[in-house]
């Protein structure tokens, strides 16, 4: 049973540059959420993505966008890119309680490394 | 917005020592994660609690809740050098969000 498969596993872009990263969920998971961490700390919350439409979204700019496919799979889109978007970025899937939004097991994917130059 | 405080932040102990990482948060919040991350690496699982006076072992890795004190425990017994990772607690709110809270981490090398 596969986990959560990210791609790319690392990423050099320079500022101003676009990145597109994306991220497979867990079989039998239908939610899938982004987390950015950046270099000695706790990973922060972007946003959540279910039934293909943005369930929730962290304080992060509007450069920051995704997208959910009829597959369950997201991408994670970054635009005009900045030296402080350069993290570790991760996905976690987890399975939606009877549409309640709420799961409680997270699987998190190995992430991206991005580093903008 | 949901805050999340761990301490220690770093924490050497010797092997065979015993050491308590606390997370405290400061809403209700119906469960908290701890996380397992290796150098470089993603988020191992180690513990869901979902009650107030939840406790869960796993080999040397103990953790508890009281969602009265919004606080959580990660007791570690008798440190192995394998232990040696960063630990984050992570909380879910209670009500309509899904996403997770994480706290800094706390950052532990067992010394041989």
């Known amino acids: 049973d596969a986990g959560v498969t990210q791609s790319p596993t690392h990423l050099i872009k320079t500022r101003g540059q676009q990145v597109t990263l994306r991220c497979s969920p867990k079989s039998g998971h239908d939610t899938v959420s982004w987390y950015q961490q950046a270099l000695g700390q706790g990973p922060q919350f972007i946003f959540q993505?279910?039934?293909?439409?943005?369930?929730q979204r962290g304080n992060f700019p509007d450069r920051f966008s995704g997208h959910q496919f009829p597959n369950y799979s997201s991408e994670l889109n970054v635009n005009a890119l900045l030296l402080g978007d350069s993290a570790l970025y991760l996905c976690?899937?987890?399975?939606?309680?009877?549409?309640?939004?709420?799961?409680?097991?997270?699987?998190f994917g190995s992430g991206t490394r991005l580093t903008v130059v | 917005e949901l805050k999340v405080e761990q301490n220690p932040l770093f924490l050497s102990m010797q092997e065979g020592k015993n050491y308590t990482i606390y997370c405290n948060y400061s809403?209700?919040?119906?469960?908290l994660y701890w996380y397992r991350q290796d150098p470089g690496k993603s988020l191992e699982s180690l513990f869901v609690?979902?009650?107030?006076?939840a406790v869960k072992q796993e080999g040397r890795l103990m953790a508890s809740l009281d969602t009265k004190a919004r606080l959580s425990t990660l007791h570690i017994t008798a440190a192995v050098h394998d232990l040696s990772a960063t630990y984050f607690c992570a909380v879910g709110q209670q009500t309509g969000a899904n996403n997770l809270f994480f706290g800094t981490g706390t950052r532990l090398t067992v010394i041989p």
């Open positions: 993505y279910y039934e293909e439409e943005e369930r």
């Open positions: 976690a899937s987890s399975r939606d309680q009877s549409g309640t939004g709420r799961g409680y097991g997270y699987t």
């Open positions: 809403t209700t919040s119906d469960r």
């Open positions: 609690l979902l009650s107030n006076g």
